[in-house]
């Protein structure tokens, strides 16, 4: 009555007081399972822990061991204890005789294999959500996590068709986003060049996906690159302008460059150069898009390049970096103008 008041202090002193005068009573276990239950309440975590875990420790089986393993485990896996919390979801999974409990326990045991680098034993329970003929919250994140771990397992072909399924039927638009993004790059890595574009394009129009759409843009670029299609790679960038972390933005701005310069564009070679250049300055792909634009200036025969020659190599070797490979080329453009 005390704790359904919100009174748990008072209530955690009844009950220990119960504990101390009746060890051996039948209601042990429940009254060391509200103890426990007040002490989470009152947020002492740690006592809390200890006493869910006493309750498994002391009874292996029956009445509140599931709840009691699953809490004792639900603490240890917040304060990510992933070690600690897998044993007694493991007994809380295959104690319970209440499915939505075995369904959460099954997912965060298979969680914590996942986190402990144990990929392969976290599949087969994935595996047992996504098969269960009950319905639960978790048959699509097990999905998407058996998906990830056959492709990161180089299983790539295994993982298309869990990938293909979150595409088409996936509520969470942020899992769809990654899903399209991750079958995609699957059917251009196999050559499927229009099943790729499909499920792309599916990306670019997914309201809800923005964090998946640059991704989905750098891997139609690169696809476009690779196979030598460069008015295919500036269509690609012409999709939108989306925030990219700066390693994939520089990658992405030096492969459009490229792809103007091969198209002969040069204006628009240097022009994208020019951006990389300056954002980029000291970093591998600044470097050569410094060069790049020299070259497309050499190209289209500009009068000023060798002024723009000697600023180049000026800079590079004021910068300390006097000896990278752009420079030779920069200096024997600069000898055959």
Avoid at 144 to 165: M, Q, V, Y
């Amino acid at each position: 009555l005390l704790a359904s008041r919100g009174d748990f202090a008072s209530a955690l002193a009844r009950y220990e007081e119960f504990l101390r005068a009746n060890p051996n009573h039948p209601a042990m276990r429940k009254a060391l399972y509200q103890t426990a239950e007040c002490l989470r309440k009152l947020d002492r975590a740690d006592d809390a822990e200890n006493t869910y875990a006493l309750i498994v420790d002391k009874y292996q089986r029956g009445e509140m061991v599931d709840a009691a393993a699953y809490r004792a485990a639900a603490l240890a896996y917040n304060r990510r204890d992933f070690r600690a919390a897998l044993p007694y979801f493991n007994v809380a999974r295959t104690q319970t005789a209440d499915p939505k409990l075995k369904a959460d326990a099954t997912f965060r045991a298979a969680r914590c294999l996942e986190a402990a680098g144990r990929k392969a034993d976290a599949a087969p329970l994935f595996q047992e959500l996504v098969s269960s003929p009950d319905a639960n919250p978790f048959q699509e994140p097990a999905r998407l996590s058996l998906a990830r771990i056959a492709f990161d397992l180089g299983r790539r072909e295994e993982a298309l068709p869990f990938f293909e399924h979150l595409a088409a039927s996936a509520g969470d638009p942020v899992v769809r986003g990654e899903a399209l993004v991750r079958a995609g790059r699957i059917h251009s890595d196999l050559g499927h060049k229009d099943q790729a574009d499909a499920l792309f394009d599916k990306v670019f129009a997914l309201a809800g996906a923005d964090a998946w759409k640059p991704v989905a843009q750098m891997a139609l670029v690169e696809a476009r690159y690779k196979a030598k299609d460069y008015q295919g790679v500036v269509d690609a960038y012409n999709k939108g302008v989306f925030q990219l972390p700066d390693e994939m933005r520089a990658q992405m701005f030096l492969m459009t460059g490229n792809s103007f310069q091969r198209l002969g564009r040069f204006p628009d070679a240097i022009k994208t150069y020019g951006i990389l250049e300056n954002f980029f300055q000291g970093k591998p792909e600044g470097q050569e898009a410094g060069y790049r634009r020299l070259q497309c200036l050499y190209q289209n025969k500009d009068p000023n390049l060798v002024g723009f020659i000697d600023h180049y190599v000026k800079r590079e070797k004021d910068a300390g970096r006097p000896s990278h490979r752009f420079i030779d080329r920069a200096l024997l453009l600069k000898a055959e103008t």
